[in-house]
């Protein structure tokens, strides 16, 4: 059956590290967004991109990269990681026919 | 900030209940969806509804669209303990833009 999967799905790094996210899904989709969550804010959009080489910032990609080399990944980094970083992480892919979003399970990312 | 804002922010009822929450957004939109999650998992679709629709049904849950007013409505008939989670509402202004989500809000069915 086709997936996205998310790794790691726990991470605890120091402050100033480098931390890099995997998104990989296995449906061919185009569109895919990363999100964090934070308690009392919902999901917030970080990046997404609609296809290879594609990558667009969202409401709070300050501190966040992104890359599209291929359809089934979109690993997401960390430059320096902050304690305001402290979030779990969701990534998505969107079925092109029907706008449905198709989410992985989370990473649950502790900077200290 | 937030496209799209649910109301209210927590709701608890009993099993057997109807539990209705709501969504208002800010532009105009391509479609409006709803998701559900629960406790320490990855969003699952419910429903999505388009611009040009106003009422739809899947199973118990029943979804209306007022784009006049910029809101939506998420109705769970006969309410089940496994229903408790957060309901999210999403929009995306086209078929290749972001999807915006909401805060949520968090359904407590007591057995």
């Known amino acids: 059956d086709a997936e996205i999967t998310q790794s790691p799905r726990h991470k605890i790094t120091e402050t100033g590290r480098q931390v890099t996210l995997a998104c990989h899904q296995t449906?061919?989709?185009?569109?895919m967004f990363w999100y964090r969550q934070d308690l009392g804010h919902g999901l917030r959009l970080i990046h997404y991109s609609y296809g290879v080489q594609d990558t667009n910032k969202g409401e709070v990609s300050d501190g966040y990269s992104v890359s599209r080399s291929n359809t089934e990944d979109l690993p997401l980094t960390l430059e320096s990681a902050a304690s305001s970083q402290t979030s779990v992480y969701f990534c998505a892919s969107r079925q092109e026919n029907t706008g449905e979003l198709f989410f992985g399970e989370g990473s649950r990312l502790t900077v200290l | 900030s937030q496209q799209g804002e649910e109301d209210p922010q927590a709701l608890s009822i009993q099993e057997g209940e109807n539990a209705t929450m709501n969504c208002s957004y800010k532009t105009s939109i391509n479609n409006l969806q709803w998701y559900r999650q629960n406790s320490g998992r990855g969003l699952v679709h419910l429903i999505l509804i388009r611009s040009n629709e106003r009422e739809k049904h899947s199973g118990r849950l029943r979804v209306t669209l007022d784009t006049s007013k910029k809101s939506s409505s998420l109705l769970i008939t006969a309410s089940r303990a496994a229903d408790t989670a957060s309901y999210f509402c999403a929009t995306d202004l086209s078929s290749y833009d972001k999807v915006i989500f909401g805060p949520g809000t968090s359904l407590s069915v007591i057995p």
């Open positions: 449906w061919n989709h185009n569109n």
